[in-house]
């Protein structure tokens, strides 16, 4: 009776210990799907900041256990999350600069708030397109939110002045540029 039991017990106690052998090994042969998914996006597009796509999208945990359908709308996500970043901070300018700006900066912030609205609502809708599995109309919303920050920085340009929002614009251009890459390899 006493051997029984001992080999009942020692048996699930192997089981574990191989496990917990093999499970390093077996850790390091997994692909990563970021990095794969990062290094793949990378090479079809030179746009794609490859450190910027994998510290992103690692910044949710839970893209690691997601498949690439699952980090597009991740990867989307973030970049909503910064063009309504960028719409505050537009909205922000335009109220503390109230009295000193010209008419000509003040049409700028605002055009810039409407093209991050914008790109808010089309990620929102890419993110839909992607759920409804219609990855052709999910691509063309993602490429709309990527022209917001050039849209937004012609405008100063044109006008010659130095841009308030040009580091926002370069985030959220890159992150837009990431998610749209990562939803064009869909479908
Ligand atoms: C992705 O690219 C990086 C740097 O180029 C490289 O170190 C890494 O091994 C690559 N990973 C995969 C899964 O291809
Ligand atoms: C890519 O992203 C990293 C991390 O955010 C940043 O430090 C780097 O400047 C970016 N590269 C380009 C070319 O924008
Ligand atoms: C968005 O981008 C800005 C840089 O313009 C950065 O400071 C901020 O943390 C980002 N926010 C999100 C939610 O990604």
Excluded: W
């Amino acid at each position: 009776m006493l051997r029984v039991a001992h080999v009942l017990l020692s048996f699930p106690l192997l089981f574990l210990l191989l496990l917990c052998r093999s499970s390093p090994t077996a850790a390091t042969a997994q692909p990563d799907i970021v990095d794969e998914t990062c290094n793949q996006t990378a090479s079809d597009d030179p746009n794609v900041n490859y450190t910027l796509c994998v510290d992103s999208l690692r910044s949710v945990p839970r893209s690691k256990h997601a498949d690439l359908r699952g980090l597009a709308i991740i990867s989307l996500r973030l970049a909503k999350a910064n063009a309504t970043h960028a719409k505050s901070l537009a909205k922000a300018l335009l109220k503390a600069e109230k009295a000193t700006m010209s008419g000509y900066e003040k049409s700028c912030l605002e055009t810039c708030r409407d093209l991050y609205g914008e790109a808010v609502s089309s990620l929102k809708s890419t993110v839909r397109m992607i759920k409804a599995e219609r990855y052709v109309d999910a691509k063309v919303y993602a490429s709309s939110a990527v022209d917001a920050p050039g849209g937004c920085e012609d405008g100063f340009q044109e006008g010659g002045i130095a841009s308030p929002l040009a580091e926002e614009n370069d985030y959220l251009f890159q992150l837009a540029v990431i998610a749209l890459a990562i939803t064009s390899r869909l479908g």
